[in-house]
T-cell receptor, first 115, second 113 residues
Framework: DVKVTQSSRYLVKRTGEKVFLECVQD?????MFWYRQDPGLGLRLIYF???????EKGDIPEGYSVSREKKERFSLILESASTNQTSMYLC??????????????FGPGTRLTVL | GDSVTQMEGPVTLSEEAFLTINCTYT??????LFWYVQYPGEGLQLLLK?????DKGSNKGFEATYRKETTSFHLEKGSVQVSDSAVYFC????????????FGKGTRLHILP
């Protein structure tokens, strides 16, 4: 089974702190994604990466950065956390299958609260 | 650009009722279509998928048929259970370099015993 793991299920930080959210996948997937999920807004793509050291901005990259030093690991960084970054953060990786469809596998999520 | 529209929730049903959650999409090519489910406190899990027109995806009693003529992928279940209470996301993906998936906003489903 594909496993996508995230470093924390729950995290509480203070405004201005630097926050690292880690995501690891064990299926040798090339593409990895970070989303945030908020009530009424669904999932919004923050950043994605299609290879080591490669990154692309998603729909809401402001206030975030990412790091992909190894294929299996994709980190989301909040340089200076703010209260409007309180949210559920979901990591995903994607496997592209030979018969032409792709499926994202999700981690369990990190619920971040910024005080 | 591509988009997914699904019915807003919450949807509240009694146990054993028939469920339909509507989903329509716009896409420039020939996307694959997905339904994901998120149980309380968990991440998203793939529920079912369809890769071409007229395909029917099914899992755990849920079904959805890829209708190209109406650009729809409605989720149905004949008899819901309390354990089906969750948030359901319709999504599409077109194979390209970044393999992004476009999600709908999700529909929260409450099943009453």
């Amino acid at each position: 089974d594909v496993k996508v793991t995230q470093s924390s299920r729950y995290l509480v930080k203070r405004t201005g702190e630097k926050v690292f959210l880690e995501c690891v996948q064990d299926m040798d997937h090339e593409n990895m994604f970070w989303y945030r999920q908020d009530p009424g807004l669904g999932l919004r793509l923050i950043y994605f990466s299609y290879d080591v050291k490669m990154k692309e901005k998603g729909d809401i990259p402001e206030g975030y950065s990412v790091s992909r030093e190894k294929k299996e690991r994709f980190s989301l960084i909040l340089e200076s956390a703010s209260t409007n970054q309180t949210s559920m953060y979901l990591c995903a990786s994607i496997g592209v299958f030979t018969w032409g469809y792709n499926e994202q596998f999700f981690g369990p999520g990190t619920r971040l609260t910024v005080l | 650009g591509d988009s997914v529209t699904q019915m807003e929730g919450p949807v509240t049903l009694s146990e054993e009722a028939f469920l339909t959650i509507n989903c329509t999409y716009t896409a420039t090519g020939y996307p694959s279509l997905f339904w994901y489910v998120q149980y309380p406190g968990e991440g998203l899990q793939l529920l079912l998928k369809a890769t071409k027109a007229d395909d029917k995806g099914s899992n755990k009693g849920f079904e959805a048929t890829y209708r190209k003529e109406t650009t729809s992928f409605h989720l149905e279940k004949g008899s819901v259970q309390v354990s089906d209470s969750a948030v359901y996301f319709c999504a599409l993906s077109e194979l390209n370099r970044d393999d992004k998936i476009i999600f709908g906003k999700g529909t929260r489903l409450h099943i009453l015993p």
